[in-house]
């Protein structure tokens, strides 16, 4: 009988493939800076700005800005390297050596995306992050009230900038201010200002991008057709966007914000069925969102709901006190409630920040807290019902930490038509909900709480928007479908293009396949080009 060796060949062929592995990673690597070497501005050197996963600070720059830890775990695909450019020819010659060399990249603006997929790959491997972290300009130009703006700066950074220029002066976009300026509008970007001056992408008047070809476009160079698609059409599909040039928009020199909290025991239910009917319709100047959340009641035994009316109004308390007992004297807004400030503290609050926070901590540019979640969004067309409320309690109660954000529209949203950009969800849309399960045990449990907000969804079916059922790009969902490996199809991407853009799909697959035909920026959610 032989005898057994001592030795397992196994450790070997793990050494094997690890070498094998690295000496890839490695060419591939060397490759792309070679030819980066030819193709971008040599003024402007870029070896320090690439991160492969031997460097120390590696993972710090991976992890840096990427919001949903979920797809931060070890089991999730990560980058060969890191490339953070400084100068856009260096965006310029990444885009040239990525389609030269075959190599599949990201494109990371602020890492909030919430499937990852600026900086994971699920479908395609090997893969490269371009990191935009380092592109962070902002000129503000208050003489002609509008800014040009980088694709790596955050709108923190940008209200900030606003700010220190001129106290009158606002951008309608963002309530996170962690989120990065590129990523942000290029799905639509919603603020706090949404229903007086619409969205983010409403006020964009140029932009410079680069395109498949690594030229750098303006509104001009790129026409009319590409322009329209990068404002709501979601990013990672036409080009890198470098650029915006966005409008200001005025602002009073006192603005009021609020915060009423109310219970299930304290009547949240007629109160939110009575604030789908009035939040749509009421004063422009005035955003009341919802945010919904279980707690401990009094007694700290038994969960409740609770729903909190987080407000603000483009004015001062005075006048907000007539508009609500006008329109929404259901909730019994007082003057103490209300505390009027400046249109940049009001930033920070709905930021999440406290009363005495100064603005310069906008300049940090940094997510001010990271965990495990999965989120998915709706529209609502018509009010909830009571009954259809009793049921969400129901099923909300039984969750760990879930979440909903109701977010009214209504103003100037109705009066944009649905194809004056990508962004669709115009006229007829009440509010948008987004819902979260938030944990924080890693992967440990994350099926139980993607199973929840799976069947929370599922049981909202007959109350929200259908044919299609819209959905919000920039709350990306990958349960809505995905693109097969560089071989998408129209009917394939269609299952979530008509909810993120409905009839729009159509023309943003044309200008995909006009400017994009060969597919280079790609990902799995991305518009697809017809076959030539």
């Known amino acids: 009988m032989a005898m057994a060796s001592p030795f397992s060949p196994f450790p070997i062929l793990v050494l094997i493939l690890l070498s094998v592995s690295l000496q890839a990673s490695a060419s591939i690597q060397e490759s792309f800076v070679q030819c980066l070497n ?28 990427a919001q949903n830890l979920r797809c931060l775990l070890p089991s999730a695909p990560k980058p060969e390297f890191i490339f953070t450019p400084f100068h856009d020819s260096h965006v310029q010659g990444a885009v040239i050596c990525s389609k030269k060399l075959g190599i599949h990249f990201r494109v990371r603006s602020g890492g909030h995306d919430y499937e990852g997929i600026s900086y ?67 799905g639509g970007a919603y603020g706090t200002m949404m229903r007086k001056y619409g969205l983010g992408a409403d ?45 200001l928009v005025p602002v009073p020199p006192t603005v009021t914000i609020f915060t009423v909290t ?30 919904i959340q279980p707690s401990s009641g009094g007694n700290k035994t038994q ?20 508009v609500m007992k006008t329109s929404f004297p259901e909730l019994g807004l007082t003057r103490k409630d209300c505390q009027e400030t400046s249109w940049i503290k009001s930033v920070l609050s709905f930021a999440g920040f406290p009363s005495d926070t100064p603005p310069e901590v906008l300049l940090k540019g940094k997510p001010t807290s990271k965990y495990f979640f999965k989120a998915k969004s709706d529209f609502v067309r018509e009010p909830i019902p009571e009954t259809g409320l009793e049921g969400l309690w129901q099923r909300f109660l039984i969750e ?4 909903m954000f109701w977010n009214p529209y209504g103003g100037r949203m109705s009066q944009f038509s649905e194809s004056h950009i990508p962004f669709p969800h115009r006229n007829g849309t009440l509010y948008k909900i987004m819902y979260l399960s938030i944990w924080k045990d890693g992967d440990k449990n994350a099926a139980k709480h993607i199973d929840w907000i799976r069947k929370l969804y599922n049981y909202m079916t007959p109350y929200v928007s259908n044919f299609p059922r819209e959905a919000y790009v920039n709350y990306r969902d990958l349960d809505l479908g995905i693109n097969s490996k560089n071989s998408t199809s ?5 299952t979530w293009g008509y909810r993120y853009f409905k009839d729009n799909f159509n023309r943003l697959v044309k200008i995909k396949t006009k400017v994009d035909p060969e597919n280079v920026f790609r990902h799995e959610q991305s518009i697809p080009p017809l076959p030539i």
């Not at 760990?400 to 979440?403: C, G, L, M």
Request: net charge neutral; aromatic share 12%.
């Open 38 to 65: 030819f193709n971008s501005d040599r003024k402007f050197p870029f070896h320090t700005t690439i991160y492969t996963p031997n460097d120390a600070s590696f993972t710090t720059i991976l992890n840096s800005t």
């Open 490 to 494: 129209y009917i394939q991407a269609s």
């Open 120 to 186: 994971v790959s699920e479908i395609e491997t090997p893969f490269i992050v371009v990191d935009l972290v380092k592109l962070r300009g902002i000129n503000i130009d208050i003489k002609s009230n509008t800014a040009w703006v980088q694709a790596g700066a955050t709108m923190g950074e940008v209200f900030y900038r606003i700010y220190e220029k001129s106290s009158v002066h606002g951008f309608p976009a963002g309530l996170c201010t962690s989120l990065g300026v590129g990523g942000h509008i290029t």
């Open 303 to 322: 969960r409740t709901i609770t729903t909190s009316y987080n407000a603000l109004y483009l004015g001062e308390a005075r006048r907000l006190l007539q």
């Open 400 to 403: 760990d930490n879930p979440r």
């Open 203 to 247: 006020n964009v008047l140029d932009a410079q991008i680069v395109d498949a070809n690594g030229r750098i476009l303006d509104r001009e160079t790129m026409g009319e057709d590409l322009f329209w698609a990068i404002r709501g059409g979601g990013g990672g599909s036409f080009g890198i966007l470098l650029w915006w040039k966005i409008q």
């Open 262 to 291: 109310k219970t299930l025991e304290q009547g949240a239910t007629k109160l939110l069925h009575r604030w789908q009917e009035v939040a749509p319709y009421i004063d422009e100047n005035l955003f009341i969102r919802v945010i």
